[in-house]
């Protein structure tokens, strides 16, 4: 039995024998009241591989508290720090949050440049527990468009963590889904010029596949998402992971994303393993209905 604890609640849970290393009270830690009732009906052996996020939500919790969008960008940074220690310490394989996208930049000057500031503070706060996780980051998106400290930064950072070989956390920075299709087939073309310069000949108009399309996507060595988690309640996917999702189950909840904690989490993980994924096939009937 697994027993966690709450100040001076305790609630036992139980976890097959075989699952023990993958959850336990040591790598959850104390949980409240309601993570642990949602925790009860969670199937640790049916966890995604691949959560992506769409963090929104931000400026409207701001503004309902009369505050600057600034300050709910702030107060959003403690969400992801829960999301991502919640993630790796659930041993998920991949967690991608959509921090900035090229179409960000239309934002007045101001916040732009206090989101790029925000981003360097993370960076440097939260290395000790990407460190402690054993998670190794990595920045998705044009990158080099990025001024050139926020940069440096996002280098040293995936630098310092490349050697981790638990959770892959990806910051989707100056990234569009739209962008990140087009950079993968002038990949693809660039390097199909430089085999024709070197051998004299090459794929030439040979089509493009799936495949090689995929292998050159910024996550070409990530499995594709299994839950999008949108927050705020809007629903759309605004050109996030446009050709990864495609199979995707999306979970939408009315929750901002400064307010979004463990518990949130869990339920998105909940309403997942309720999901029928067939991938396009028909369910196979039960077995009295096919005799």
Same mark, same amino acid.
């Given at each position: 039995?697994?027993?966690?604890?709450?100040?001076?609640?305790?609630?036992?849970?139980?976890?097959?024998?075989?699952?023990?290393?993958?959850?336990?009270?040591?790598?959850?830690?104390?949980?409240?009241?309601?993570?642990?009732?949602?925790?009860?009906?969670?199937?640790?052996?049916?966890?995604?591989?691949?959560?992506?996020?769409?963090?929104?939500?931000?400026?409207?919790?701001?503004?309902?508290?009369?505050?600057?969008?600034?300050?709910?960008?702030?107060?959003?940074?403690?969400?992801?720090?829960?999301?991502?220690?919640?993630?790796?310490?659930?041993?998920?394989?991949?967690?991608?949050?959509?921090?900035?996208?090229?179409?960000?930049?239309?934002?007045?000057?101001?916040?732009?440049?206090?989101?790029?500031?925000?981003?360097?503070?993370?960076?440097?706060?939260?290395?000790?527990?990407?460190?402690?996780?054993?998670?190794?980051?990595?920045?998705?998106?044009?990158?080099?468009?990025?001024?050139?400290?926020?940069?440096?930064?996002?280098?040293?950072?995936?630098?310092?963590?490349?050697?981790?070989?638990?959770?892959?956390?990806?910051? =989707? @920075?100056?990234?569009?889904?739209?962008? &990140?299709?087009?950079?993968?087939?002038? $990949?693809?073309?660039? !390097?199909? %010029? *430089?085999?024709?310069?070197?051998?004299?000949?090459?794929?030439?108009?040979?089509?493009?596949?799936?495949?090689?399309?995929?292998?050159?996507?910024?996550?070409?060595?990530?499995?594709?998402?299994?839950?999008?988690?949108?927050?705020?309640?809007?629903?759309?996917?605004?050109?996030?992971?446009?050709?990864?999702?495609?199979?995707?189950?999306?979970?939408?909840?009315?929750?901002?994303?400064?307010?979004?904690?463990?518990?949130?989490?869990?339920? =998105? @993980?909940?309403?997942?393993?309720?999901? &029928?994924?067939?991938?396009?096939?028909? $369910?196979?009937?039960? !077995?009295? %209905? *096919?005799?």
């Amino acid at each position: 039995m697994l027993t966690l604890r709450h100040k001076e609640d305790s609630f036992k849970i139980a976890v097959p024998h075989s699952l023990h290393h993958i959850v336990s009270q040591e790598t959850l830690g104390p949980v409240t009241a309601e993570e642990a009732r949602l925790l009860e009906y969670l199937d640790f052996s049916r966890l995604p591989r691949h959560i992506a996020v769409i963090m929104d939500g931000n400026g409207r919790w701001a503004q309902k508290r009369h505050l600057p969008r600034v300050a709910g960008h702030r107060s959003g940074t403690q969400s992801a720090r829960t999301t991502i220690e919640t993630c790796a310490r659930l041993h998920i394989e991949a967690l991608t949050l959509y921090a900035f996208s090229v179409e960000n930049w239309r934002r007045p000057k101001t916040e732009i440049e206090f989101l790029m500031q925000l981003l360097r503070e993370y960076i440097r706060k939260e290395m000790p527990l990407l460190q402690k996780n054993n998670i190794r980051l990595r920045f998705l998106g044009r990158i080099d468009e990025l001024p050139d400290a926020v940069q440096k930064d996002t280098r040293e950072a995936a630098e310092a963590t490349a050697k981790n070989t638990g959770m892959v956390l990806s910051i =989707a @920075l100056n990234y569009g889904g739209r962008a &990140e299709i087009v950079d993968a087939m002038n $990949a693809i073309l660039a !390097a199909r %010029a *430089a085999q024709t310069q070197t051998n004299g000949h090459g794929h030439g108009s040979s089509p493009v596949t799936e495949e090689q399309l995929a292998q050159h996507l910024y996550t070409a060595d990530l499995p594709d998402p299994d839950l999008l988690i949108r927050t705020s309640g809007e629903m759309r996917v605004s050109n996030f992971l446009l050709w990864q999702i495609a199979y995707a189950e999306i979970f939408v909840t009315e929750t901002l994303w400064p307010d979004f904690n463990r518990a949130r989490l869990l339920e =998105a @993980l909940l309403d997942f393993q309720k999901r &029928e994924r067939r991938y396009g096939a028909i $369910a196979a009937p039960p !077995a009295s %209905a *096919a005799r």
